[in-house]
């Protein structure tokens, strides 16, 4: 039996993704775990930025939100959302990680409306700062919960860009070219995205999970890299600093 839990395997996961000196723009939640836990062991130097304006804090316990004081703990700069936002269309910024309730075969996100925009089923919150996260961080990561609901052929709209109709659609729709779509973390596996074709791919399976059981919860054909390796556990001393010192109140890691 595993010492772990799905979530507690995607944060360490997307931790160990983020190198030291790098810049990563982050809200609350999984992706302000991963930041914080990497920090932590593997980055110290890691800039976390935040969209409500905190810039490389040295977080003391996890924020609410990015509004929270505690996103400009002993920062570098409290700033705006302008400024932060700013720094990204100058191409400061090397990561981000967003979510959504769709996401296609191409990173697309959809975070606005399930169903029509003028009738829609459910309305969610809506972009925020995703679309300019997506747009001018130079990779874009996705940490979710894996079936068909939310990886589907056709999004019911199109809140965040991700490489759009495939190769050649960023640069045309006037984004930067080389930034895009990087890697997709799940409950069920770690995919990246093929080179030509700009389509979503299989690059490791989660301890017990096979290719086929991702391909049901996948509502589009997910292409795989050729040796598919399997995911990398958590290690004892990443769910130590995970459950004591980024999480320790449980409120991610304890759903």
Not at 21 to 46: F, H, I, N, S
Not at 218 to 225: D, H, M, S, Y
């Amino acid at each position: 039996m595993e010492n772990y839990n799905a979530i507690e395997l995607m944060i360490c996961v997307a931790a160990r993704l983020l190198e030291n000196g790098a810049t990563v723009g982050v809200g609350t939640g999984a992706p302000c775990a991963a930041a914080m836990l990497a920090q932590k062991l593997y980055a110290p130097e890691l800039v976390v930025i935040f969209e409500g304006g905190g810039v490389a804090p040295l977080l003391p316990s996890m924020p609410i939100s990015v509004g929270d004081s505690r996103t400009t703990w002993k920062a570098l700069q409290a700033t705006s959302m302008c400024e932060v936002m700013d720094a990204c269309q100058r191409g400061m910024v090397d990561y981000t990680f967003l979510g959504g309730a769709q996401i296609d075969a191409y990173g697309n996100l959809n975070s606005t409306v399930a169903g029509d925009y003028r009738r829609p089923k459910v309305r969610f919150p809506g972009s925020g700062g995703a679309n300019d996260f997506a747009s001018f961080c130079w990779r874009t990561m996705v940490i979710t919960q894996h079936d068909r609901r939310r990886f589907v052929t056709t999004l019911d709209f199109l809140t965040t860009p991700g490489y759009l109709t495939g190769p050649g659609a960023r640069e045309a729709a006037g984004l930067p070219a080389g930034g895009g779509p990087y890697k997709v973390i799940t409950d069920l596996a770690v995919m990246g995205y093929h080179q030509q074709s700009k389509r979503m791919q299989v690059e490791s399976l989660h301890p017990g999970v096979t290719f086929e059981k991702v391909q049901e919860n996948t509502g589009f054909e997910i292409l795989c890299v050729p040796e598919i390796r399997e995911t990398q556990r958590p290690q004892e001393a990443e769910l130590q600093v995970l459950r004591e010192q980024v999480d320790p109140y449980r409120y991610l890691i304890g759903r």
